[in-house]
């Protein structure tokens, strides 16, 4: 089993915060590996280094080979990772098959000098359009494709950035909270299609959760972070029965 | 007084069009990519600029006459005297002095747009990028007022004559440059109007909404700003050619912070991000202009010290709370749908 991603001692500092502090974790290709851990712990903050909106002070970012810390996020998209973010961040003002549309790859009808004469790019984009609609079904969102992304609920956001993210072509996937705000029940839902992903298109996922009960039912590996540093690691079982992992987490 | 009523419409028309290039290249960066242009009045002043210098060298060049002094006070009544003496005598010259002034107009304010962009790149609010247009578009204006040789300092260059001046009757040859004026702009309305209904429209937005979740998603933000501020810029440019050629005269007083305003009134009154509303929006407040002026000279013809010219900043102020307040989107809100592939879906459920 090849590690698609692998983190050695990486560190990120804001002014005197250290708030990565030398984490060192690997995702096995095909794998979903959770990373939890209390507020403030430096998970987002790490996901923003491995994604290139932040630069790394120090420490080594590996995908597929590839050193992620010299690559700028529009560079390490175009390698097949792929992220979502805390807040929903959709392109609100839009509709939701435009939101999908927007990560399509290569798309003709994106250069200025042929977007407006229409046929040089229209056979492109229904196709894409087909494809967009197909997984429109698969986040159970295709009836609302005309609808603007502000009128969604939370739980159809979250949805439409997963169907989004897909749409890209990832290989490796970093949610960030996919089910932050969204009903139990959806929640679960949510963790069914990362599981039905997994199986059918072969990704691997990072996920941030903080709801360790549906998490823990899906993942493989976890990681917990605690004060910008790896403090445990292991399988669901293992880290829920870790006291060091219940003392800081629910401060038992 | 009495008002010529075919004349004010001519006038009219020919202010609508280039308001309206001004409003839609304003609403490409503002509206639909996000970019607060708030140095439109000097990518305007470029495009006048560059006609003052072809006017007054290019055209020479032309007819091949040496180069006269336009703005020394012995040679200016002898160099005014020979560019319109060659405009009336030389319709084909005349149009393709004309023709070349706009191509290297747009391209200059397209190259000035695009560097601008770029200079801007370490700047992370795109507003601050506004605040650097609005003052670096007095700084050039005052630049150019002081450097001279290019549209002769303070005093400007008159005696700038449109390309359908050879014809004897003055009426027909205004009616026909307000309708090359009207088609140029019909032109630019179709070809935003096809550019915000593309991929390339869609990914705009998408810059507009969030750029840094643009970026995420794999496109080059700063690249696509660049070339978003290289189209407007040109067409801005584009504009500014046939508004000096409109007034017949170049001055840098013109194309002072005031101009940039009225283009952003038309486009927040209009619509944001519809090019059909931002046309509204260029359609009102050229009537307006036109109207305030036309009672500001009727006032002080009957003797009134009032002046009426500066009612209509207030009526603008007016109505851009009015708007700000009851109406965000403007008059004629955007399209949500940008492509086919909308009615792809809708007809495959």
Redesign the interface.
Known sequence: MSDLLALHDVRKCFERLQAVDGVSLTVPSGKIVGLIGPNGSGKSTLFNVI???LRADAGRIEFDGHDLTVR???QI??LGL??S?QDP???????V??NM???A?S??????AL????RT??KQ??E???I??DLLDQVQL?KR??A?AADLSGGQMKLLELG?SLN?APRLLLLDEPTAGVAPRLAHDIFHQIEGLRQTLGLTFLIIEHRLEVLFEFVDDVYVMHAGRVVAHGTAAEIAANAQVREIYFGE | MSIDFGATAIALLTFFGISAIMALSLNLEYGVAGIPNFGKAMFVSIGAYTLGVTYTRLLLWLVTQPFIDPCDATTLPQALELRIAIIKSLPMTAFLNFGLTLLIAAGIGGVVGYLVSYSALRVKEEWYLGLVLLVGSEVVRILARGYTPLVCGVNGISGIAHPFSWIENRTVATACFAGLVVLMALGVYFYCERLVRSPYGRLLKAMRENDRVTLGLGKRVPRIRAQVMFIGSALAAIAGVLFAVNIGFVSTNDYVVGLTLDVWVMVVLGGVGNNRGVLLGALIVTVLNRITSIMSIWLNGLGSPFEFNYVRYILFALILLWGLRYRRQGLLPEHSQTTVAHDELSLRP
């Open positions: 994604s290139g909106n700028s996020p529009d998209f175009h792929v992220r973010y961040s959709l392109f609100f003002r839009m509709t098959l435009d549309l927007v990560p790859r798309q003709r009808g994106e250069n200025p977007a407006p004469v229409h790019w229209r984009e229904k894409l359009a087909a967009a609609g295709r494709y005309a603007l989004r890209g």
